[in-house]
């Protein structure tokens, strides 16, 4: 079993950026696709951005061009570069592999003001 924790959230005003972090309690270089979701109030969690072992990357369309996932296999971290952040970007932030297999952290909070 892995052990995820996620860090790096915050409060920001629209147009700026965040960097996410998740990392792994161990290797993650075996884990074919790994992900961040997000869950806002009163909505089911979905996932927003994946990567896969060979570097391969897709996002969901609402963030698309604006959200960068990359992994530091070295680290065990994934990360999740947020720029030109919306309030519609405001969610609770976790990462899992993709289909989520793994427990899920404690996830990190995302908060964008207009």
């Known amino acids: 079993q892995v052990q995820l924790v996620e860090s790096g959230g915050g409060l920001v005003q629209a147009g700026g950026s965040l960097r996410l972090s998740c990392t792994a309690s161990?290797?993650?270089?075996?884990?074919?696709?790994m992900g961040w979701y997000r869950q806002a109030p009163g909505k089911q969690r979905g996932l927003v951005a994946r990567l896969t072992r060979g570097g391969s990357t897709n996002y969901a369309d609402s963030v698309r061009g604006r959200f960068t996932i990359s992994r530091d296999n070295a680290e065990n971290t994934v990360y999740l570069q947020m720029n030109s952040l919306k309030p519609e970007d405001t969610a609770h932030y976790y990462c899992?592999?993709?289909?989520?297999?793994?427990?899920w952290g404690q996830g990190t909070q995302v908060t964008v003001s207009s």
């Open positions: 899992n592999d993709v289909p989520a297999t793994y427990f």
């Open positions: 161990r290797s993650i270089v075996s884990i074919s696709v």
